[in-house]
């Protein structure tokens, strides 16, 4: 009698632990849970209706009808015949270098000198640079195309002054090459002050006394940044470098605001300008969907180190 | 006095001239920005440049709130805004919550995701998300914007708040649990207060982004009266052959004011939030 009810005693026990730990188990799939169906709704459904419409026949017709017609891989051939996807993609390879390589370069020079100025100028700059980082980009892009206007700008008057020749009504949307300058700059400009202040914030962490003990042993500035602060800076290199090389290869609004000002042609296309004018402002979104679909995947292949090194930051901890 | 010390001297007077110049040329298009905005208009068309306003006047500043659609823009670009961050910082510190406190299956797949979408370029998703809205009456809508700023506003805020939270100790909330707190009890009393900062500094940034944000906005948004203030002020030169820069300036200036004093504001616990993955990786 006695044994019998300890039994069901602790069944009944072992029974609540049992759900008092699925309970627990599913607490963390509770709290994901809202932001997956979102997520799934608002980006897995557009992804799904990305691949469809890549093999579709898609136009304002078919958006009104609200069905498009299946062509299979007839949108991927047409882009990938197009002369103008190759060129564009050609110019967005070496804009996306020059920028990355200029925002890297001058960005570590900065940071370096930002260890070395007094106090009071290290202040000013840096505020100075969290202003500039703070611009947004649609605003950037007005301020540019004012600076750089033909007849009153100041970029014109500026460079005359200071001896560089006659800019005088230098129109500098003349050509291809100075258009892409001149977004370049914009951009790096844009840059700068995240890639300075995450890499001074990175700086802090060179030990001073191995520095100096390096000096002491009489190793010069150049092989002390070589041979200590390059190696602790690394991982924030590489980090810092990926995610501008996914930034600029995908960058729309500068190029096609400030390009837009005066006109844009396949002349001067950038990959996302391209899509934008192929698919959407010509609104043939079959073709678009596939141009899109091409460029998700170059960017996935960019993205492949910066993914990994934060996926493995996250599950670290 | 000897030479080595004036040597270093001059050294670190090179380098704070060096510094000063990269400050000025760094904020020069910032400041020529202000200072157009606030120059008459004979000042500002002048082929012989003045660097300061003369006569400050703040006519420029009137003309463009005056100009159609600003004060409507500005009141959608409030509504999308505000919408937006709260519905996702709710559902991200929820998720943030499950990434820094629980380990459970399918977690680096969590991960793999929030990265992920991050690096998705915003042109490549603006067919799908144009085409389905459209099936769905969205486009021209706010609610059609609201979503699709959901969808980097989202991960980046799990990720922020998932940082914010790993730097409070897990054993505030263990000490509860044993003083008998419910987990609800534990989330009020202690998760929530702590993390003020950092709901705070995610929002505001949340905020910026999206206030900022322009191709979704002007793809999905056509009506003038429906769009935010970036695409107000992207349409303000193309209209006519003669830019008024004055107003132009102002217009860019008041655009970018509500930004500029929120991103000081919160500008060094966000860089922390950012970069902490990164530095400490």
């Known amino acids: ?317 | 006095m000897n030479g080595r010390k004036r040597g270093r001297f001059a050294r670190q007077t090179g380098w704070n001239v060096l510094g000063l110049a990269i400050f000025v040329v760094m904020v020069f298009p910032v400041f020529w920005m202000l200072s157009t905005a606030f120059k008459s208009n004979e000042q500002i068309i002048s082929l012989n440049p003045t660097w300061f306003p003369l006569h400050p006047t703040i006519q420029h500043f009137r003309d463009a709130i005056h100009r159609p659609f600003f004060w409507v823009d500005v009141k959608n670009s409030l509504i999308i805004v505000s919408v937006t961050v709260a519905i996702s910082i709710v559902l991200a510190f929820l998720a943030a919550i499950a990434l820094a406190r629980y380990r459970f299956g399918g977690r680096k797949l969590f991960i793999v995701l929030v990265i992920g979408i991050q690096m998705l370029p915003q042109a490549g998703l603006i067919i799908p998300l144009y085409v389905v809205l459209a099936r769905y009456h969205q486009t021209n809508a706010l609610t059609g914007v609201i979503v699709t700023y959901m969808t980097f506003v989202l991960p980046f805020s799990v990720w922020t708040l998932r940082g914010f939270l790993l730097g409070i100790p897990k054993e505030l909330e263990e000490a509860a649990m044993v003083d008998g707190s419910t987990r609800v009890g534990v989330f009020m009393k202690i998760l929530l207060p702590l993390m003020g900062p950092g709901l705070v500094a995610t929002s505001v940034f949340a905020f910026i982004t999206t206030w900022n944000e322009y191709i979704f906005a002007r793809v999905l948004l056509n009506d003038q009266s429906k769009q935010t203030v970036t695409v107000w002020l992207s349409y303000f030169s193309g209209s006519s052959r003669h830019t008024d820069w004055g107003a132009l300036m102002a217009a860019s200036s008041l655009t970018a004011i509500p930004v500029v004093i929120f991103f000081l504001l919160v500008q060094r616990r966000i860089a922390f939030g950012l970069t902490q993955g990164a530095v400490r990786g």
């Open chain 1, 1 to 317: 009698m006695v044994p019998a009810v300890e039994t069901t005693f602790d069944r009944s026990r072992r029974r609540r632990r049992f759900w008092n730990r699925t309970l627990q188990g599913a607490v963390p799939y509770g709290l994901i849970a809202p932001i997956v169906v979102v997520i799934a709704v608002i980006l897995g459904y557009p992804l799904y209706w990305l691949v469809k419409l890549s093999t579709e026949r898609y136009g304002l017709f078919e958006l009104i009808r609200h069905s498009g017609t299946s062509i299979g891989l007839d949108n991927y051939r047409s882009v990938l015949r197009d002369s103008i996807f190759w060129h564009t993609l050609l110019r967005t390879v070496i804009f996306t270098a020059a920028n990355v390589t200029l925002t890297m370069v001058i960005g570590t020079l900065l940071a370096l000198l930002l260890v070395r100025v007094s106090t009071v100028v290290r202040i000013l700059l840096s505020s100075g640079l969290v202003l500039v980082w703070s611009m947004p980009v649609v605003v950037a892009v007005q301020i540019w195309y004012w600076m750089t206007n033909y007849q009153n700008g100041v970029v014109n008057y500026a460079l005359t002054k200071l001896g560089f020749g006659n800019f005088f009504q230098h129109d500098w949307y003349a050509t291809t090459f100075s258009q892409l300058s001149l977004t370049t700059l914009l951009i790096v400009w844009g840059a700068l002050p995240f890639v300075v202040i995450t890499l001074y914030a990175g700086l802090a962490q060179v030990p001073r006394d191995l520095v100096e003990a390096a000096e002491v042993d009489g190793a010069r500035g150049w092989r002390v940044f070589l041979d200590i602060t390059l190696p602790i800076l690394r991982p924030i290199l590489l980090i810092l470098t990926s995610l501008s090389i996914i930034w600029d290869f995908g960058v729309f609004t500068q190029p096609y605001l400030l390009i837009g000002q005066s006109k844009i042609v396949p002349g001067n296309y950038l990959m996302s300008v391209y899509l934008f004018e192929e698919g959407y402002f010509k609104s043939d979104y079959g073709r678009g969907a596939a141009i899109s679909l091409l460029m998700l995947l170059m960017v996935a292949v960019l993205s492949v180190v910066y993914v990994r090194k934060m996926v493995r930051i996250g599950d670290a901890q």
